[in-house]
């Protein structure tokens, strides 16, 4: 539900109308995003309009332009003052437009009411192209989780190939990438005094092209890394994925280098990130003037689905320190630990409560991963020379303090707010942070909070995500072995014994990622069976750009080592490997067991089909007693 007591003005303005209420004659800025606009700390364009809005600018939105017609949605404002901003929205357009297996989703969580098609393929792309067609003296600025992860030569699943670096590909100006609030306040800064964004050339955190024999503007402070060039990769594997360590390890140094890229004619320039945000930075950007709604204009269309999910919830910190293969947050957040202060989580709990229609119910207290609020190393000094892409892999680091009382505690002051019934933490929780025997530096706080989640914070059941039980695949995934899930299952259910509940766990796993093999897939179906799980929260693998997965899934190479690694790419092999998380299905049963026989593995046909016969006597037996309720005549038995 909208409020409707609110003045427009209240939102950031997204029509002609809008502007002339503010008395404004033209804007500063316009942003133009592929996502519906919900004026929301979790979506990225309320924040970069927010931000500008608290710099002094007169600021514009145009969301989901249409891309097809005369282009009168992109003409609607005129021309900016200073530049125009564009992002595809919080989801790379791709990964939101198609499925693992590559069909047309027919729902955008993103867009009002949850409708298809309002944004482009490529929208990052498509969306500079039109506005260099209309306006191609005024500068564009490209961010956001496409532009971030499409910066350098990447590989396209959706095509199938090598694509370059997406200024390249949509003739922006300049490339912010990960979180923009640092970046985006010194080029406000810069503009502002008149500086021309051709001269915006170092600014950490962004990335620009420039002639390919000119050497990259000089820093003192930088040293440069050249990486193998585009066609280099189109034309050698090998190339590509040696790049991508690089590329890791850069995004998460706290002393990085600069990165160049030779494409075509030109040089990209990719210049290093700035240091993890401070308490007081995160804080402003979380405690901006955000209506925490979407904008009215959507009353008859709908909410976004995305923000049905999270209009409830509180966001404690950003980054991860994980560094899974097959997941993009570290590209984009960075693998070290921007944490709010108390005051500001507790501050943004009050508005929660304040909202219409809050019925008591925090829907999550966390952040990429729940339970990493506050962590960071003991000595500074000791992380800024890290190149390590994971915290905890392959074991927990010495220096990584992690210590779960912080978090217990702010848990406990928001269960203490009188408005609040119960606030869940729905976000995921690294388990094996968790498990004593991985996570060796239990201070108490480990079991302490493990206890605090299963009594309070939970709703029925909780999902975590061993992702595998293959050791080798673990290791490819960067994640523990499968025996620490085995030992976390066994604390919580200790836990749950011992008040008397009866809330599931829920784990979540991934087929067809790189390393894993049919027989592979066939265990884990086995294992789970053995511990009493019927697998629901399972999917395929997805490349998606920018991460160590993706990289071995086109190249058939880790990026690290360079040696081969097995990938199953066609439909047939992820098929194979995907049905046998669902071995209690009757469909599966005969592809099950005929793959297990060329495998060699009676003893997992046994295992998983043993009482297929007795399930599918069964299911006939349901169905006459439901024919006979409906009133109709059930089937005879044959006589033998």
């Known amino acids: 539900m909208l409020d409707d007591t609110r003045p427009l003005t209240d939102w950031l303005p997204i029509t002609k109308k809008e502007v002339e209420m503010r008395g404004w004659d033209e804007l500063d800025v316009i942003l133009i995003s592929g996502d519906s606009y919900v004026d929301h700390p979790a979506f990225g364009t309320a924040v970069i309009g927010r931000i500008m809005e608290s710099e002094g600018l007169r600021v514009g939105v145009i969301p989901q332009p249409n891309w097809r017609d005369d282009l009168r949605d992109f003409k609607k404002f ?29 729902t955008d969580a993103y867009t009002a009411g949850g409708a298809s098609g ?123 994925a040696a790049n991508f360590k690089h590329i890791e390890q850069e995004s998460n140094k706290v002393r990085a280098r600069r990165l160049t890229q030779k494409v075509h004619d030109d040089l990209l320039v990719i210049n290093p990130p700035y240091p993890p945000m401070e308490e007081q930075e995160i804080d402003a950007s979380f405690d901006l003037p955000y209506t925490r709604l979407p904008h009215p204009k959507y009353k008859k269309r709908g909410t976004p689905p995305a923000y049905e999910m999270i209009r409830f919830s509180v966001n404690m910190h950003r980054g991860c320190f994980g560094g899974c293969s097959f997941c993009t947050i570290s590209a984009h957040q960075g693998k070290f630990i921007a944490s709010r202060s108390e005051e500001s989580i507790m501050k943004e709990v009050e508005q929660v409560t304040q909202m219409p229609d809050f019925k008591g119910y925090i829907s999550d ?10 962590m960071k190393g003991k000595v500074q000094e000791i992380c800024d020379r890290c190149v390590a892409p994971s915290c905890i892999h392959p074991v927990v680091c010495s220096n990584l303090d992690t210590s779960h009382k912080p978090m217990t505690e702010l848990y406990r002051k928001v269960d203490a707010h009188p408005e609040v019934k119960k606030a869940f933490v729905g976000s995921g929780i690294r388990y094996d942070l968790l498990v004593d025997d991985y996570n060796k530096k239990n201070d108490g706080s480990l079991d302490e909070y493990l ?98 997965a993706t990289v071995a899934y086109y190249t058939g190479l880790h990026p690290y080592t360079l040696r081969p690694v097995y990938t199953a790419r066609t439909a047939k092999e992820k098929k194979q490997q995907h049905m046998f998380f669902f071995w209690h299905k009757r469909e599966n049963y005969q592809q099950i067991k005929d793959k297990l026989t060329s495998l060699g593995r009676e003893d997992l046909i046994e295992k998983l089909l043993e009482d297929k016969k007795r399930h599918a006597k069964r299911e006939t037996i349901k169905g006459r007693v439901q024919s006979r309720r409906k009133g109709k005549p059930a089937r005879k038995k044959r006589r033998k």
Request: charged share 25%.
């Open 78 to 106: 005129g021309r900016p003052r200073l530049f125009f901003g564009v992002t595809s929205g919080c989801m790379d357009s791709m990964v939101n437009h198609y499925t693992a297996a590559k069909r047309r989703r027919s």
């Open 451 to 548: 206890e605090q989640v299963v009594t309070c914070h939970i709703s029925g059941r909780l999902k975590v995500a061993p992702e595998h039980t293959s050791d080798a695949t673990l290791r490819m995934m960067r994640k523990p072995s499968f025996k620490h899930f085995h030992a976390f299952k066994k604390k919580y259910d200790a836990i749950n014994k011992k008040h008397g509940l009866n809330q599931p766990l829920i784990p979540y796993f991934i087929s067809s990622h790189p390393g894993s093999t049919a027989e592979e897939m066939a265990n884990l179906a086995g294992e789970t069976k053995d511990m009493g799980f019927r697998l629901e929260q399972v999917q395929d693998f997805t490349p998606t750009p920018m991460t160590v």
């Open 365 to 374: 207290l966390g952040g990429p991963s729940a339970n990493m609020y506050k």
């Open 118 to 240: 309002f944004r482009p393929d490529y929208a990052t792309v498509v969306y500079t192209q039109k506005l260099k067609e209309l306006y191609p003296d005024v500068p564009v600025l490209i961010g956001g989780i496409e532009a971030s992860l499409r910066r350098v030569t990447h590989y396209d699943y959706w095509k199938d190939e090598l694509f370059p670096n997406i200024l390249s590909m949509s003739g922006a100006d300049l490339l912010v990438y990960g979180m923009g609030e640092q970046p985006l306040r010194e080029i406000i800064r810069l503009v502002v005094k008149g500086v021309p964004f051709e001269r915006l050339r170092t600014i950490p955190q962004t990335a620009f092209l420039q002639e390919r024999d000119q050497p990259p503007p000089k820093n003192k402070n930088w040293e440069t890394l050249e990486l193998s060039s585009h066609e280099k990769c189109m034309r050698d594997k090998r190339s590509f």
